[in-house]
């Protein structure tokens, strides 16, 4: 029955702190977006460059794997590129939210919206 009364404690302390919160919300959006994570595949034949949005902000590709003619390949690396990129962003972009979360007091694993 406590334990009722204790959330209800920190859902109270939240709203009180909803403009902070919100603040920081905003300022962890820009700060992703200016998140870059780079991926590479087939010893670097392949590189790709994501920034925390998920956008792709480029793509490079050797001239050795050009010179190879192998459509398959190719489609394979910067598909093995792409997704390393992204699962590296997502981590920063976790570490950063949790940071975040820890530094506005927020339970372990709490989740707000915007805040990945």
Known sequence: MFEM????????????N????QEQA??????IAQMIAE???????????VNGN?????CSISDELIAMKDR???EDLIRAATNQAQEKIRRQ???EASRMGSELGLPPGMKLPGMS
């Open 93 to 95: 972009t976790a570490e």
């Open 54 to 58: 998920m956008e792709m902000l480029a």
């Open 26 to 31: 905003a300022r962890f959006q820009a700060r």
């Open 5 to 16: 009364f204790r959330g209800m404690g920190q859902v109270a302390e939240l709203m009180r």
């Open 39 to 49: 991926g590479s595949a087939g010893g670097g034949m392949v590189t790709v460059r």
């Open 18 to 21: 909803l403009p902070r919160i």
């Open 72 to 74: 398959e390949m190719l």
